[in-house]
């Protein structure tokens, strides 16, 4: 993402409206490992994993990806809740978890993201209530 670009200013105007959702869904970002498995059949799969597992709900989505050096900026449109913004910073072996916050904490100033927006919880549990929605004022 080049600075001045029109990405870029998009970035920034859907940023400083948007909720921003720590990695973890909590407010304090914790570690994270996750497995990307891709698919040509996704409802097969749904129904696979629902059967496996079980489902609490359905979140439908947009996701739009910016990368910054390491971190991953998710720009999420969704359905019956709004714009979110997910920072994630991607950490190698043996780096320091209290300095991907401190990354996450400066890439939200550089973007104009006010720490008070930070929203703990899943999108599913905001769209079942089961956790209160942050209103822009």
Request: aromatic letters at 2%; glycine letters at 10%.
């Amino acid at each position: 993402m080049r600075a001045g670009s029109a990405q870029a200013a998009h970035v920034l105007a859907r940023a400083r409206r948007a909720h921003l959702l720590p990695a973890s869904r909590r407010a304090r970002p914790e570690g994270i490992v996750y497995l990307r498995s891709p698919t040509t059949v996704p409802e097969a799969l749904r129904e696979v994993l629902t059967l496996a597992c079980g489902a609490s709900g359905r979140v439908r989505k947009h996701r739009t990806l910016y990368l910054a050096g390491r971190s991953r900026i998710h720009l999420d449109c969704v359905e019956g809740l709004g714009d979110f913004v997910e920072i994630e910073v991607v950490l190698g072996d043996g780096d320091d978890a209290e300095g991907g916050v401190r990354e996450a904490r400066e890439l939200m100033a550089r973007l104009g993201i006010d720490g008070s927006r930070l929203v703990a919880g899943a999108y599913v549990d905001l769209l079942d209530g089961a956790l209160p929605r942050k209103r822009e004022s």
